[in-house]
Each structure stands twice: as structure tokens, then as C-alpha cells.
């Protein structure tokens, strides 16, 4: 997963100009070190680390553009864990995290479309409700 610094600092981190060249770089150089120290591909999952030291700006382009990111880790499952988190506050309002469900499902429908293989969700009942509804409307199995 990739984080811009550690739990203490990675908030007070100051924004890089090109989050997805970050991320795309941080997570090909977890990978390098994942294997060097013997973890084997099939074992291996990758994560944008939504909310890890990122903006809200950087968190809904890394949405928007995971297809990108996607795109250059073929090899291994992107997972996307967007449920309740922080960023959608300002999207949402000052809501509590139980009452951030919409803005999970909506951010886990377009990681879906955008190639994320797994989820971590809180809602998984309505989670997936929501996916089995937009492939049937889509036709996409």
C-alpha cells in the first residue's frame, strides 16, 4: 500500500504536484523490495493508499485515474478501500462515518469500473447490492 510517510507523519506531509506518478513509483518500489524479500507475485495485492497522506484532491484523481495505475500493475489485484473514510466528509458534509455509505458505494462502483480487483468495505451487504445492481445494468459480468 502506498503512504506518503509514516502514521505520525503522513498528514503533515506537503502535497507532491503528481499523485499518480507518486503512487505509480512508491508502488513499484514496495514491490521491488516485496520480492527481494521473497514474496512471490500470486501473494502480492497493490493499493493506492486512499487517505494515507493524500489530499481530498489527490483522492478522488486517484480514483478517477486508477485505471492508469491499474494499467501499469497488471500482474497483481488492485485493491481500493475508500469506505467511511475522512475525504468524503467534504464531499458529504459533516456527516459521521455510518452516514457516509452513499459515498462508499459511489467511490466503490468507480474503483470497480476502474479496474479494482478487491474491496474493503464496511457495508458489505448494501456494497454489494450496489455492484450486482450496476453490472446487471451495465451487461458487464
Keep these: 500500500m502506498h ?5 505520525l ?5 506537503p502535497p507532491v504536484e503528481d499523485i499518480v506518478a507518486d503512487v505509480t513509483a512508491g508502488l513499484a518500489r ?13 501473494q ?12 481530498q484532491e489527490q483522492n478522488l484523481e486517484l480514483l478517477a ?3 492508469n495505475i491499474v ?18 466528509t467534504r464531499i458529504l458534509g459533516n456527516v459521521s ?12 462502483l468507480v474503483a470497480i469500473r476502474n479496474g479494482a ?11 454489494v447490492s450496489a455492484i450486482k445492481t450496476t453490472v446487471a445494468i451495465s451487461g458487464v459480468k
Design 71 to 88: 494499467s501499469e500493475f497488471k500482474a497483481y489485484p488492485m485493491l481500493i478501500g475508500t469506505s467511511r473514510k475522512s475525504f468524503l
Design 9 to 13: 507523519t503522513m498528514h503533515s506531509q
Design 97 to 108: 462515518p455510518t452516514e457516509r455509505t452513499g459515498g462508499s458505494l459511489a467511490t466503490a
Design 65 to 67: 485515474k486508477l485505471d
Design 44 to 55: 502480492i495485492a497493490v493499493d493506492v493508499g486512499i487517505g494515507f497522506g493524500k489530499t
Design 117 to 127: 480487483k478487491i474491496l474493503r468495505v464496511h457495508d458489505v451487504r448494501e456494497t
Design 30 to 42: 514496495a514491490l521491488e523490495i516485496a520480492m527481494a524479500h521473497g514474496v512471490r507475485c500470486e
Design 3 to 7: 503512504s506518503r510517510g509514516d502514521f
